[in-house]
C-alpha cells in the first residue's frame, strides 16, 4: 500500500517540501500550457469568450475522483492516506463569496497570479502580493474572526453523503456532468468561430474513455481491505483522523483492549502502557487499576500532548460509554495510540477477579492460574505498594490537580517522580525549607505582554522556565506557600498553560509544616536542567477583553470579580478607572480562605460549595473570572475548576489593569 507523506507525518520534513517543490513546478506548467498564465484568459470564463478554465477545472476533477477511486479499488491507497477537509458551511460560503468577487474583478487566483508572475505578468505579481497583504491583515483581526471558523461546521461531510449516492454512483454522475459540459463547451466555441468543424474529435473520444472507466467502478470488486499500519507517534504534528479511518478502526477491532490482555500487560510491567481513569475521584480512591491516573475528560487532550505516552493508552470507567466518546474525540484531534477496556472496570472486575470458585462456567486450561496471579496483583491489601506506569508515578490516590495534606507529603518525600517547589520569598527560603524543595520567585512567570503588565508568560517562556526547575511533563509537583495560596494557584495556571495538570497544593503550606515539626533544612537541592516541550496549542482557559466583552453584552455568561468590595464599588482604585464590568458579580477571593491555627488555607467543600451555588445557577454555566493583574482570580478560578468540579471556567489574566485603561470599554460603579 502506498505510505502518502500525509500518513506518515512527513509533509514538514526535508522530503516532503521535495516533493510539494517538483509537484508546485509541474502544476504550474499544466496550468501555463491551459493559458492560465493570462488574466484575459481566465477572466472570459465570466464573459463566455474562453471557457478553458471550466475544461481544465472539470478535467481535474474527473481524474482525480477516477484515480483515487482506482487505486482504492486495487488496494493501493486507503482512506486513512488521504486528508479529508471539514465541511463549515457558514465560512466556506463568506470565503467562497470573497474568492469569487477577487477573481472576477482581476482574473488571478493565488495559484494561477504564482504562474501569471512567472510568466512576467506585471497584474498577477500585484495580485499576489495583495494577496500576501490581506493575510497578513487578516492575522491581526483574527482574534474578531474567530468565531466564523466554525459557523456551520458539520465535521467531515463528503458531497455524495449530502446527495445520498454511493461513492461509485456520485462518480459516475460527476463524469457525465463533464462530458456533457464538454460538449456545451465545443458547441459554444463553434457558435463564437473558436473552434473549426471537427476540433473537438479528440475530445469526444477522451469523453467516451471517461465514461467506459466511470462505469468499470461500478462492476469493479469492493476495495480491499485495509492493512493494518503502525500508527503514527502522537507527536510532533498530530494528524486530524476522520469518520472512515475511525469506522475502519473499529471494524479492524483497534479501538479496545480485552480485560485478559490488558491484566497481563499490567503483570508484566510493560514500560509506556498509559492507564487513565474517567470515573469520579471518590470512585478512583475507592479502587483503581495499579499505575492510572485519574482524569476528567475535559483534561485528557492536554495530558496527552504533554506526556507524550509512546506506548498504548488505555481509558476506562465503570462501562464504556464515556471511554468510547472520548476516544473518537481523542482520534479526531490525532491520538493515535488511545484504546478503550472492553466492558470497562466492572467487566475487568467480572473477568479477571472474580474467584474461580465463583465461577459458573468451567475455564480455558491455564486461566484459573492466571485469574489467581491476577487476584494477588491487583487486590493488594490497603496501603500495599503499587506498581505505578512512568505518567502515573507519584499519583498515590490523590487527585490531581489538588490539594495535598502535608501527611501524605510526609510520607511521599524524596519519592521518585514528586518534585517540590517553595513559592515563599527568598530570606525564609534560606531560613529553612522541606528537604528537596526549590525556590521560585513567582513574578518570574509574569511580564509584559502586548504592553499589559504582570501577565502570565506565554506557553514558550513558561517551558523554558519549567526546565530551569528540572522539571518533566509527567512529574507530580507539589507547590509551597505561607499564608498566600494564591501563589500556588498562580503557578498552577502556569502549569496548566503547559498542559501540566499533577500538580498539588500543599495544605496549611510552610506554616502547617513548620508546627507539626516534619523534616526541614537549609540545604540547595541539586538539579539537572530538562528539556520541557512547549504544547502545540494555546491553553483553553485565558480569555482577553473582547471575549470578556461580548460575554457582557450576551448576558449569558457570569463575569466574577474576585476583587475586594470597595474597588468593585468603586471607592478605592488603584487603576485608570474605578469600578467594575457592566453586569458583573463580586466575590472577594479572601472569602474562599479561613485561619486556622495561624494558617491560612481553603474553607470546607461544602461550605464553598453552598456559597458559588447561589452566584452560579450551574456546574456547566459559563463563568469568568478576574481581579487586577490576574493573581487573586487565579486562586478562584482553581477553586472552581479543580476542587468544585465547575467546568466552563475562563480567566481573563489582563484584569481591570487593561479594562480600566481601555477608555472604549464601558465601567460600572
Same mark, same amino acid.
Request: charged share 20%; glycine share 10%.
Given at each position: 500500500?502506498i505510505?502518502?507523506?500525509?500518513?506518515a507525518?512527513?509533509l514538514n520534513?526535508?522530503?516532503?517540501?521535495?516533493?510539494?517543490f517538483?509537484?508546485?513546478l =509541474?502544476?504550474?506548467?499544466?496550468?501555463?500550457?491551459?493559458?492560465f498564465?493570462?488574466?484575459?484568459?481566465?477572466?472570459?470564463?465570466f464573459?463566455?469568450t474562453?471557457?478553458r478554465?471550466?475544461k481544465?477545472m472539470?478535467?481535474?476533477?474527473?481524474?482525480?475522483?477516477?484515480?483515487l477511486?482506482?487505486?482504492?479499488?486495487?488496494g493501493l491507497l486507503?482512506?486513512?492516506?488521504?486528508?479529508?477537509?471539514?465541511?463549515?458551511l457558514g465560512?466556506?460560503?463568506?470565503?467562497?463569496?470573497?474568492?469569487?468577487?477577487?477573481?472576477?474583478?482581476?482574473?488571478?487566483?493565488?495559484g494561477?497570479?504564482?504562474?501569471g508572475?512567472?510568466?512576467g /505578468?506585471?497584474?498577477?505579481?500585484?495580485?499576489?502580493a495583495?494577496?500576501?497583504l490581506?493575510?497578513l491583515?487578516?492575522?491581526?483581526?483574527y @482574534?474578531?474572526?474567530?468565531?466564523?471558523?466554525?459557523w456551520g461546521?458539520q465535521?467531515?461531510?463528503?458531497?455524495?453523503?449530502?446527495?445520498?449516492l454511493?461513492r461509485t454512483g456520485?462518480?459516475?454522475?460527476?463524469t457525465l456532468?463533464?462530458?456533457?459540459?464538454?460538449?456545451?463547451v &465545443? /458547441?459554444?466555441? +463553434?457558435w /463564437? =468561430?473558436?473552434a473549426?468543424q471537427?476540433?473537438? *474529435?479528440?475530445?469526444?473520444?477522451?469523453?467516451l474513455?471517461?465514461v467506459?472507466?466511470a462505469?468499470?467502478?461500478?462492476?469493479?470488486?469492493?476495495?480491499?481491505?485495509?492493512?493494518?499500519?503502525?500508527?503514527?507517534?502522537?507527536?510532533?504534528?498530530?494528524?486530524?483522523?476522520?469518520?472512515? #479511518?475511525?469506522?475502519?478502526a473499529?471494524?479492524?477491532a483497534?479501538d479496545?483492549? &480485552?480485560?485478559?490482555?490488558?491484566?497481563?500487560?499490567?503483570l508484566a510491567?510493560?514500560? %509506556?502502557? *498509559?492507564?487513565?481513569?474517567?470515573r469520579?475521584?471518590?470512585?478512583?480512591?475507592?479502587?483503581?487499576?495499579?499505575?492510572?491516573v485519574?482524569?476528567?475528560?475535559?483534561?485528557?487532550?492536554?495530558?496527552?500532548?504533554?506526556t +507524550?505516552?509512546?506506548?498504548?493508552?488505555?481509558l476506562?470507567s465503570?462501562?464504556?460509554?464515556?471511554?468510547?466518546q472520548?476516544r473518537?474525540?481523542?482520534q +479526531?484531534? %490525532?491520538?493515535?495510540?488511545?484504546? $478503550?477496556?472492553?466492558?470497562g472496570?466492572?467487566g475487568f472486575?467480572? +473477568?479477571c477477579l472474580k474467584?474461580?470458585?465463583? /465461577?459458573?462456567?468451567?475455564?480455558?486450561?491455564?486461566?484459573?492460574e492466571?485469574?489467581?496471579?491476577?487476584r494477588?496483583?491487583?487486590l493488594?491489601?490497603?496501603? =500495599?505498594k503499587?506498581?505505578?506506569?512512568?505518567?502515573?508515578?507519584? !499519583?498515590t490516590?490523590?487527585?490531581?490537580?489538588?490539594?495535598a495534606?502535608?501527611?501524605?507529603?510526609a510520607?511521599?518525600?524524596?519519592?521518585?517522580?514528586?518534585?517540590l517547589?517553595?513559592?515563599?520569598?527568598?530570606?525564609?527560603?534560606?531560613?529553612?525549607?522541606?528537604? %528537596?524543595? $526549590?525556590?521560585?520567585?513567582?513574578?518570574?512567570l509574569?511580564?509584559?505582554?502586548?504592553?499589559?503588565?504582570?501577565?502570565?508568560l506565554?506557553?514558550?517562556?513558561?517551558?523554558?522556565?519549567?526546565?530551569?526547575?528540572?522539571?518533566?511533563?509527567?512529574?507530580l509537583v507539589?507547590?509551597i506557600t505561607d499564608?498566600? @495560596?494564591?501563589?500556588?494557584?498562580?503557578?498552577?495556571?502556569a502549569?496548566?498553560?503547559?498542559g501540566?495538570l499533577?500538580y498539588?497544593?500543599?495544605?496549611g503550606?510552610?506554616?502547617?509544616?513548620?508546627?507539626?515539626?516534619?523534616?526541614?533544612?537549609?540545604?540547595l537541592?541539586?538539579? #539537572?536542567v530538562? !528539556?520541557?516541550?512547549? @504544547?502545540?496549542?494555546?491553553?483553553?482557559?485565558t480569555?482577553?477583553?473582547?471575549e470578556?466583552? !461580548?460575554?457582557?453584552r450576551?448576558?449569558?455568561? $457570569? $463575569?466574577?470579580?474576585?476583587?475586594?468590595?470597595?474597588y468593585?464599588k468603586?471607592?478605592?482604585?488603584?487603576?485608570?478607572?474605578?469600578?467594575?464590568i457592566?453586569?458583573a458579580?463580586?466575590r472577594?477571593?479572601?472569602?474562599d480562605?479561613?485561619?486556622s491555627?495561624?494558617?491560612?488555607?481553603?474553607?470546607?467543600?461544602?461550605?464553598? #460549595?453552598?456559597?458559588?451555588?447561589?452566584?452560579?445557577?450551574a456546574?456547566?454555566?459559563?463563568v469568568?473570572v478576574?481581579?487586577? *493583574?490576574?493573581?487573586?482570580?487565579?486562586?478562584t478560578?482553581?477553586v472552581?475548576?479543580?476542587?468544585? %468540579?465547575?467546568t466552563?471556567?475562563?480567566?481573563?489574566?489582563?484584569?481591570?489593569t487593561?479594562?480600566?485603561?481601555?477608555e472604549?470599554? @464601558?465601567v &460600572?460603579k
Amino acid at each position: 500500500m502506498i505510505e502518502t507523506f500525509y500518513l506518515a507525518n512527513g509533509l514538514n520534513t526535508p522530503a516532503g517540501f521535495l516533493a510539494a517543490f517538483l509537484i508546485g513546478l =509541474a502544476f504550474g506548467f499544466v496550468l501555463e500550457q491551459a493559458g492560465f498564465g493570462s488574466s484575459r484568459r481566465i477572466a472570459g470564463v465570466f464573459y463566455f469568450t474562453d471557457l478553458r478554465v471550466i475544461k481544465v477545472m472539470f478535467s481535474a476533477l474527473v481524474t482525480a475522483a477516477l484515480g483515487l477511486a482506482y487505486l482504492q479499488v486495487f488496494g493501493l491507497l486507503g482512506p486513512e492516506n488521504v486528508h479529508y477537509s471539514p465541511t463549515v458551511l457558514g465560512a466556506q460560503a463568506v470565503g467562497g463569496l470573497i474568492f469569487g468577487v477577487g477573481f472576477a474583478m482581476s482574473g488571478w487566483c493565488p495559484g494561477t497570479s504564482a504562474v501569471g508572475m512567472a510568466s512576467g /505578468r506585471l497584474d498577477a505579481a500585484v495580485f499576489l502580493a495583495s494577496a500576501i497583504l490581506g493575510s497578513l491583515v487578516f492575522n491581526e483581526l483574527y @482574534p474578531a474572526l474567530k468565531p466564523l471558523y466554525g459557523w456551520g461546521g458539520q465535521g467531515v461531510r463528503l458531497v455524495h453523503q449530502s446527495l445520498g449516492l454511493g461513492r461509485t454512483g456520485f462518480i459516475l454522475v460527476l463524469t457525465l456532468a463533464a462530458v456533457a459540459v464538454f460538449q456545451a463547451v &465545443e /458547441r459554444i466555441d +463553434r457558435w /463564437r =468561430a473558436q473552434a473549426p468543424q471537427g476540433a473537438g *474529435t479528440g475530445r469526444r473520444s477522451l469523453s467516451l474513455a471517461l465514461v467506459i472507466l466511470a462505469l468499470g467502478l461500478v462492476v469493479a470488486p469492493t476495495p480491499r481491505p485495509l492493512k493494518a499500519t503502525a500508527a503514527p507517534a502522537a507527536e510532533p504534528g498530530l494528524r486530524a483522523v476522520s469518520e472512515a #479511518e475511525l469506522l475502519a478502526a473499529v471494524a479492524q477491532a483497534a479501538d479496545h483492549i &480485552e480485560p485478559e490482555e490488558l491484566a497481563q500487560r499490567l503483570l508484566a510491567g510493560e514500560p %509506556g502502557l *498509559t492507564l487513565i481513569d474517567l470515573r469520579t475521584p471518590a470512585e478512583y480512591q475507592t479502587f483503581h487499576l495499579p499505575g492510572a491516573v485519574n482524569l476528567a475528560l475535559p483534561e485528557l487532550d492536554s495530558f496527552l500532548r504533554t506526556t +507524550r505516552p509512546q506506548g498504548l493508552v488505555v481509558l476506562y470507567s465503570n462501562g464504556m460509554t464515556h471511554p468510547a466518546q472520548a476516544r473518537d474525540a481523542l482520534q +479526531r484531534m %490525532g491520538h493515535r495510540n488511545v484504546y $478503550i477496556l472492553t466492558d470497562g472496570l466492572k467487566g475487568f472486575m467480572e +473477568r479477571c477477579l472474580k474467584p474461580v470458585s465463583l /465461577r459458573t462456567e468451567p475455564l480455558q486450561p491455564g486461566l484459573a492460574e492466571k485469574v489467581r496471579a491476577w487476584r494477588a496483583f491487583f487486590l493488594q491489601p490497603a496501603g =500495599a505498594k503499587e506498581k505505578p506506569s512512568p505518567a502515573a508515578e507519584g !499519583a498515590t490516590d490523590l487527585k490531581a490537580p489538588g490539594l495535598a495534606p502535608t501527611d501524605w507529603l510526609a510520607a511521599n518525600l524524596g519519592r521518585e517522580g514528586i518534585r517540590l517547589v517553595d513559592l515563599r520569598d527568598q530570606a525564609s527560603y534560606n531560613q529553612g525549607h522541606i528537604p %528537596g524543595s $526549590i525556590r521560585l520567585d513567582l513574578e518570574s512567570l509574569r511580564g509584559a505582554v502586548r504592553g499589559v503588565p504582570s501577565m502570565l508568560l506565554p506557553a514558550r517562556l513558561l517551558a523554558g522556565q519549567m526546565s530551569l526547575l528540572g522539571l518533566g511533563p509527567t512529574d507530580l509537583v507539589v507547590l509551597i506557600t505561607d499564608s498566600k @495560596p494564591r501563589d500556588a494557584t498562580l503557578f498552577g495556571l502556569a502549569l496548566e498553560r503547559l498542559g501540566h495538570l499533577r500538580y498539588l497544593i500543599l495544605e496549611g503550606g510552610s506554616i502547617r509544616w513548620t508546627a507539626e515539626r516534619r523534616p526541614w533544612d537549609q540545604k540547595l537541592p541539586m538539579v #539537572e536542567v530538562s !528539556a520541557y516541550p512547549v @504544547p502545540a496549542q494555546e491553553d483553553g482557559f485565558t480569555v482577553g477583553f473582547e471575549e470578556v466583552l !461580548a460575554a457582557s453584552r450576551e448576558k449569558g455568561t $457570569i $463575569i466574577l470579580d474576585v476583587r475586594p468590595a470597595d474597588y468593585f464599588k468603586g471607592l478605592k482604585s488603584d487603576e485608570a478607572r474605578a469600578g467594575h464590568i457592566p453586569g458583573a458579580v463580586n466575590r472577594p477571593f479572601q472569602e474562599d480562605l479561613t485561619e486556622s491555627g495561624g494558617q491560612t488555607v481553603f474553607k470546607p467543600l461544602a461550605e464553598l #460549595e453552598k456559597a458559588y451555588a447561589g452566584l452560579i445557577p450551574a456546574k456547566d454555566a459559563p463563568v469568568i473570572v478576574h481581579c487586577r *493583574t490576574g493573581h487573586q482570580a487565579s486562586q478562584t478560578w482553581f477553586v472552581l475548576k479543580r476542587l468544585l %468540579g465547575y467546568t466552563r471556567v475562563k480567566w481573563y489574566d489582563a484584569g481591570w489593569t487593561e479594562w480600566a485603561a481601555r477608555e472604549e470599554l @464601558p465601567v &460600572e460603579k
